[in-house]
């Protein structure tokens, strides 16, 4: 059982503090089987899907653009984009990005793809 007196607010803007590296999700939080995930990203990742799940992303800081087969998407801070199951995409951003994702907990980071930017188990940020 939790108690109130446990629950503390999470600061996203000092959690981005905690690190520097890029295309690598930190948790920060869990709820429902989902996973709350930030990431700083420059640069282009590469194109995957996620067979079985839809994935959310929020932009914190800066302007990322998703590549679709058929289109590019732009985010700029403060709008989101869900990307559902099955969509292959590719994010992009020309400066970095602060992220936010919101995921299930058992996604793969590139979805079957394997490539040097692939994150096997995310970190979590306690700090």
Request: glycine share 8%; with cysteine.
């Amino acid at each position: 059982m939790f108690r109130s007196s446990t629950f503390k607010a999470i600061n996203i803007k000092e959690k981005f503090k905690l690190f520097d590296d890029h295309w690598s999700p930190k948790v920060i939080g869990e709820l429902n089987g989902q996973q709350v995930k930030i990431a700083k990203v420059k640069g282009e990742f590469v194109w995957h899907d996620h067979k079985g799940e839809d994935e959310l992303f929020y932009i914190i800081k800066g302007t990322l653009k998703i590549a679709f087969r058929d289109k590019t998407v732009e985010l700029k801070e403060g709008e989101m984009l869900i990307v559902p199951k099955g969509v292959e995409h590719k994010p992009v951003a020309e400066e970095e990005v602060w992220l936010m994702l919101l995921e299930p907990a058992n996604i793969k980071h590139t979805g079957d793809v394997k490539h040097e930017l692939t994150v096997e188990e995310c970190e979590w940020l306690n700090g």
